[in-house]
């Protein structure tokens, strides 16, 4: 009986040595790879030659009117700030609320101010620098008076030297800053009738104490002046 255990396990044991010797080696030979077809499809990679067609070229113009997955315009006014029959769109499509106003402020800054200037008087640092860059004022009358699917055109597609920010600002944030223009103009050229009561109040309540501390901080000024006469 030990005989025969010894000779069933001589040879496992044997296989198992033989195994273990194995470990750490680097084996000359390739990988087993039981199905090639996923990592070396019959296809033409890009910029690759394709003999198939007359130019020779395996990128294909694309169909005229091709739209991107995914990049369907489902609303045209909204994407592209014109109406059916090709008229501006004269009213933004979107709520003029807070958080719309301050998204505006936020892509304004960051895309616009440069030329434009912070107030939107065409004083930025692009135009006041030298460069030879000229910008308009959103306070003329004549950008007082666009529609607001102008801005949002000029934003998306550009305007004389200005490049297009359509690659750089999404739909909705375009619209934003239009109505952050639209803040800009109102807050430039603001009449009295235009803010609410309580706001009159609070400027002038304001305007009042900053002229009585004004007084109080030149009344100490005035005594060595006096002293200095006698």
Known sequence: MTLRLSA???????????LTGCRGMVSEKPPIHPNLNMDFQEKFEPQEANPFFADGRANRTPVAGT??????PENTPFQTGREAGGALVRTNPLPTTRDV????QNRYNIYCAVCHGKAGDAKGVVMTGGYGWVAPSYHDDRLRAAEDGHFFE??????????????????ADRWAIVAYIRALQKSQNAQRGDLPADVIAQVE????ANMAGGNRAASPASAPAADSTR
């Open 205 to 208: 309540q304001g305007a009042s």
């Open 101 to 104: 106003l301050l998204r505006g």
């Open 154 to 171: 000029v934003a998306s597609n550009g305007w004389n030297t200005m490049p297009g920010y359509a690659a750089q600002i999404p739909v």
């Open 8 to 18: 069933v396990l001589a040879p496992l044991a044997l296989g198992a040595a033989l």
């Open 67 to 72: 739209v991107a997955r995914g990049l369907m």
